[in-house]
DNA sequence: TTTGATGCAAAGACTTTGCATGCTT
DNA sequence: AAGCATGCAAAGTCTTTGCATCAAA
């Protein structure tokens, strides 16, 4: 029933990895490809401490301090998503499928991934004239919008 | 040009709070409608730490740890929203409107409501037979979305 | 009077940071 | 060789909790 979803079959190599963390004035470390490799392979969304044990089990040299600050790295480099908890002081939860879509939280915390068809279709079901006429009534520009369903 | 929000007109007296609080068999303190009544005039959506400044501009005699779990007691309530944040270790903040309504996430962390107007176009925009085919297809119910835009 | 609620301080959960060492460039 | 990244442990931030005291019902 509850297929698990993996729209994030990473199509980014260790070529292209190098490549941007270059870009970001950044080393490629054995540590930043093991967390990145290992948050790939991960089909849920694994919080930091969750992540050390998929990491080790692929490399057993890496601490937890180097997992917090590279999930850091990740994000400013636009490779993986963090999401923050739900409940007060809970951990995040981090995501390497960074293009735009929906999560939906379950009622044990875990988070799905919504198919990616769904996703855009909710997300494109937003009229654009909503938005427009909200920035000039709040006097802000609206950068983006996230959706987030809740469900058990 | 931004012109603050304050739709939480708060239409809940001090009676109303009594009635609530027992039907949760939970006791009416002084504590707890201080700082339901400083969260209530508070246009912005405070954290725990400045909702306790507020609170005691009206009574110094409230401590840190019942503000805390003054606002649990809140949400359980359905008296207060948890708006958590959305950077590592941020702290939660709080919203005394329950209603169905969108935020905008600025980039300095504040957070701005969407006029009760928009907020529901906004909501109403998507589809219900989406959720449905979502709901199918995850083999979840949907019970809930939330929209929520960032700006700056 | 009987509990539930508070205040304080300590503990807990999650994350960041300082510094010496090691590794990428 | 130069300097960023790591590992470790300590510190920091946010939140919860144990326990004696207080107050609502």
Known sequence: MTEPQSHSEHQIDAEQ?????????????????SVYRALCACGEHPTAEQLL???HQIDPEVSQATVYNTLDTLVECGLANRIPSTVSGGACRYDADT??????????????????????????????????????????????????????
Chains 1, 2 share one sequence.
Not at 20 to 29: E, N, Y
Not at 108 to 132: F, K, N, W, Y
């Open 17 to 33: 990895l190098r490549q941007i963390f270059a870009q970001h004035g950044l080393r490629t470390t054995r540590q930043r490809e």
């Open 53 to 55: 044990a998929l990491v």
């Open 99 to 152: 293009g735009e879509h929906v999560h939906m939280v379950l009622k044990d915390g875990r988070i799905l991934d919504v198919p990616l068809d769904l996703s855009q279709r909710l997300i494109d079901a937003v009229p654009t004239e909503l938005l427009d006429e909200l920035s000039q009534r709040l006097g802000v520009s609206c950068s983006g919008i996230k959706i987030e369903l809740s469900g058990g």
